[in-house]
């Protein structure tokens, strides 16, 4: 502005055009600044990767040192989880994950999308203005609550007299208590898929005389399928990295024979790393046993990453088709 | 007025009644009662367990009062509380406000305000989506070997220094998610106002963006601070107490930062594991403990997640109006 003298009307020298300086280098700070912020994200990852793996090579090349490979998975005639002895049968708590994500599952899928398509379809906005908000402020229940819930509610008064289970604590309590704790998380995703179809589909159903139950099931519920598939995997993911459930109600302490059964005690891969980071107060650091926390963890981390990768896919694709 | 909403109404339902040859249709109602159902038993059960606790609970405020309160872990269900474990999980809570909260605001920010879309930026993206994925318990890992070995001289080892540094990065994700989503709600024309007279891009975002946004930001930070109050599973690869903990006295803050911690869910799930015998005293068993214990807890998490998603409703509402 210096330089609009009256004398010199109509000349405008670099330095106008340049702005004011001092203005400039904080907006150039503040890039730079707020840059890094999104950035470190990346250093996270970074960091999560390098020591979950590289602490699980120290254990590999422990183990193969020991007694080879071939270790992971027992062939003995009672194969288990016994990381104090020097015993890591990886199927063991492989197993007990895969039965208690897909108990966890058959509860909370049909729960889920039942309450998702009866607040998207069914429910008037003044219901639903209540009805979701409860269902959101549910999910914020902490983990470590249900795992109270299950070990001292749903084990010893319902699922064992109901099943019959020989012991309060089973990887079938684990399941249904992880059930509940996902279905929240189900239904919102699933009702977000079902918001995203839109309206015109519906109403033209209607328009050709379908009731709305079978608008809902021959209409809506296609259309928003690879949505409610995303849910069903983010549920699954959930439940695969749930950890106080699965370490108090499960009833297995840190050891655990190979089992199918679900009523039978045993071990999740979080349960399992839990239990071993807890009686580490001794051994701290250099045990094979411990090392084998990490080695858990990784196996862990790939599972779940992969499930995430493939929901995320899904859920880009159907953003990109309504 | 009422005459046409009853001729109305009365008219759709002749019409349906000759659509449907005046048949209810039934198939159709219990296919809504199941859905309903569904909806019901999730929310039931959770209040129903609910209910459950702070039935438990409430024998313990009565008769250990603010005791329970003040007291320190121990093995005499007569006199443990729940200091410490109030206390761990302030400090948590502190370091999620300032660490996590400034972090995540500026590269939520940065995301919707500065970033180009570039392969970098969808990596960045895509990288904070899987953070957000990533199981607690994997956070925990990261704490023990970097924070707890790597930083032990700032750390202190297995301290709340540890534990509060590994929550912030844990919630980290969901306050860049839903910083940037209520940015991006920001309308177009409140940016193209402050940078039309003149105001640089941060100017702009400093002034007029954020504070539009900020219901929303404010929402995406108290979920995250109740999400971080709650978690347990990194806690115990960090390595809080679970069983006693004395504190000892005429220590610095500092010093008691640096050293042994424990945190409310440890609380619980130690609680979880105790032998249920009676105090003498007072009758009370370390479920009874237990139980007060979560009401405490929940009444926090709980009602920050309510104040959050009213706010947001609130604020969705607002801005549609």
Do not use: C, H
């Given at each position: 502005m210096s330089s609009l003298t009256p004398a010199n009307p109509l000349v405008l020298t670099i330095g106008d055009l340049q702005g004011n300086l001092r203005r400039l280098r904080k907006e150039r700070f503040m890039h730079v600044l707020?840059?890094?912020?999104?950035?470190?994200?990346?250093?996270?990852?970074?960091?999560?990767?390098?020591?979950?793996?590289?602490?699980?090579?120290?254990?590999?090349?422990?183990?193969?040192?020991?007694?080879?490979?071939?270790?992971?998975?027992d062939g003995g005639a009672?194969?288990?989880?016994?990381?104090?002895?020097?015993?890591?049968?990886?199927?063991?708590?492989?197993l007990g994950t895969i039965i208690v994500s897909g108990i966890s599952v058959v509860v909370a899928a049909p729960l889920g999308l039942g309450a998702a398509i009866y607040l998207s379809e069914y429910a008037k906005p003044r219901t639903r203005s209540w009805l979701k908000p409860i269902l959101e402020v549910l999910a914020g229940v902490p983990s470590v609550v249900f795992g109270f819930f299950a070990l001292r509610v749903l084990g010893p008064d319902l699922i064992q007299p109901l099943f019959g289970t020989r012991t309060p604590t089973s990887l079938l309590v684990t399941g249904v208590a992880i059930?509940?704790?996902?279905?929240?998380?189900?239904?919102?995703?699933?009702?977000?898929?079902?918001?995203?179809?839109?309206?015109?589909?519906?109403?033209?159903?209607?328009?050709?005389?379908?009731?709305?139950?079978?608008?809902?099931?021959?209409?809506?519920?296609?259309?928003?399928?690879?949505?409610?598939?995303?849910?069903?995997?983010?549920?699954?993911?959930?439940?695969?990295?749930?950890?106080?459930?699965?370490?108090?109600?499960?009833?297995?302490?840190?050891q655990a024979p190979r089992t199918v059964n679900p009523t039978d005690t045993g071990l999740t891969m979080t349960a399992a790393m839990a239990q071993l980071a807890q009686g580490s107060d001794q051994v701290v650091g250099d045990t094979l046993a411990f090392q084998s926390l990490f080695f858990v963890g990784a196996v862990l981390f790939l599972m779940t990453l992969a499930l995430n990768l493939v929901a995320d896919r899904i859920v880009e694709r159907v953003r990109n088709q309504y | 007025m009422a005459l046409t909403l009853n001729a109305q109404r009365s008219?759709?339902?002749?019409?349906?009644?000759?659509?449907?040859?005046?048949?209810?249709?039934?198939?159709?109602?219990?296919?809504?009662a199941a859905l309903l159902a569904c909806l019901l038993l999730a929310m039931l059960t959770l209040i129903v367990l609910l209910?459950?606790?702070?039935?438990?609970?409430?024998?313990?405020?009565?008769?250990?009062?603010?005791?329970f309160l003040t007291g320190e872990l121990g093995s005499n269900p007569d006199k443990v509380g729940v200091s410490q474990g109030i206390w761990g999980s302030l400090m948590i809570a502190l370091f999620v406000v300032v660490i996590?909260?400034?972090?995540?605001?500026?590269?939520?920010?940065?995301?919707?305000?500065?970033?180009?879309?570039t392969k970098l930026t969808r990596f960045i993206q895509l990288n904070i989506r899987n953070l957000a994925g990533v199981p607690s318990v994997v956070y925990g890992i990261l704490g023990l070997i970097v924070f707890v070995q790597g930083l032990e001289w700032v750390t202190g080892g297995r301290s709340v220094i540890a534990a509060g540094i590994t929550l912030a990065l844990l919630v980290l994700p969901i306050i860049i998610i839903t910083t940037a989503e209520s940015v991006r709600a920001v309308p177009a024309g409140i940016r193209e106002a402050g940078m039309g007279v003149g105001a640089t891009r941060w100017e702009t975002t400093r002034d007029h963006v954020l504070p539009y946004a900020a219901p929303g930001v404010l929402t995406g930070t108290m979920l995250a601070t109740a999400r971080a109050l709650?978690?347990?599973?990194?806690?115990?690869?960090?390595?809080?107490?679970?069983?006693?903990?004395?504190?000892?006295?005429?220590?610095?803050?500092?010093?008691?930062?640096q050293g042994k911690f424990t945190a409310m869910p440890i609380v619980i799930y130690g609680w979880s594991n105790e032998v249920n015998k009676p105090g003498k005293k007072t009758g009370l068993t370390f479920e009874d403990l237990n139980a007060a214990a979560i009401v405490v807890l929940l009444a926090v998490v709980?009602?920050?997640?309510?104040?959050?998603?009213?706010?947001?409703?609130?604020?969705?509402?607002?801005?549609?109006?």
């Open positions: 707020l840059f890094g912020s999104a950035a470190l994200s990346i250093g996270i990852s970074i960091l999560i990767v390098f020591t979950l793996f590289r602490e699980a090579w120290v254990f590999l090349s422990g183990l193969i040192e020991q007694s080879g490979l071939g270790a992971l998975i009672r194969p288990g989880w016994y990381p104090r002895d020097g015993r890591f049968d990886l199927p063991t708590i492989v059930g509940i704790l996902v279905t929240p998380l189900m239904a919102s995703i699933s009702e977000d898929a079902l918001g995203a179809v839109p309206r015109a589909l519906r109403e033209a159903s209607f328009g050709i005389g379908a009731r709305r139950s079978t608008t809902v099931v021959k209409v809506v519920l296609p259309a928003a399928v690879s949505g409610i598939v995303a849910a069903l995997i983010v549920s699954v993911s959930r439940a695969i990295g749930e950890t106080m459930v699965a370490a108090l109600a499960s009833g297995a302490l840190g | 008219s759709a339902e002749a019409v349906r009644a000759s659509l449907t040859g005046g048949k209810r249709d039934v198939r159709g109602m219990l296919f809504m209910w459950d606790v702070v039935a438990q609970a409430i024998p313990v405020f009565d008769k250990r009062g603010t005791s996590a909260f400034p972090v995540g605001i500026a590269a939520g920010v940065y995301l919707q305000e500065y970033a180009k879309p709650g978690e347990a599973a990194p806690l115990l690869l960090i390595g809080a107490i679970t069983g006693r903990l004395a504190s000892a006295p005429g220590q610095s803050i500092v010093e008691r930062m709980l009602l920050l997640n309510a104040l959050a998603i009213v706010m947001r409703n609130r604020f969705e509402k607002g801005r549609q109006g």
